[in-house]
């Protein structure tokens, strides 16, 4: 069994920042692709930022230049350093991560439970 926990949200003004993390525990050979979404109330999950094996990145228009997203692959471990926060970067912030097997067979998409981010005065 593959859990992804992710930590480091809060309540922030505007203009502050926020790191969050999400580790991945369990039984696996390794992990490929990682990924940050988010939910705001009403809206649909959409891709925040996303970061491969290798560490190509990739970001939402929304957030280029604000965020940045990395991985630590050693501890199995996906970061989101959030600079500039606005109040439409309120949302439930998850992480998706693209898990190989410990036998090389599969590849699974797993999420975590995730996160809220609250950018208010």
């Known amino acids: 069994q593959v859990q992804l926990v992710e930590s480091g949200g809060g309540l922030v003004q505007p203009g502050g920042s926020l790191r969050l993390s999400c580790a991945a525990s369990g039984i696996f050979e390794m992990i490929n692709d990682m990924a940050w979404y988010r939910q705001a109330p009403g809206k649909e999950r959409a891709l925040v930022a996303s970061?491969?094996?290798?560490?190509?990145?990739n970001y939402a228009d929304s957030v280029k230049g604000r965020f940045t997203i990395s991985r630590d692959n050693a501890r199995n471990t996906m970061y989101l350093q959030m600079n500039g926060l606005k109040a439409e970067d309120t949302a439930v912030y998850y992480c998706?991560?693209?898990?190989?097997?410990?036998?090389?067979?599969?590849?699974?998409?797993?999420w975590g439970q995730g996160t809220q981010v609250t950018v208010s005065s």
């Open positions: 970061i491969s094996s290798g560490s190509l990145t």
């Open positions: 998706k991560a693209a898990v190989v097997t410990d036998d090389l067979r599969y590849e699974y998409p797993y």
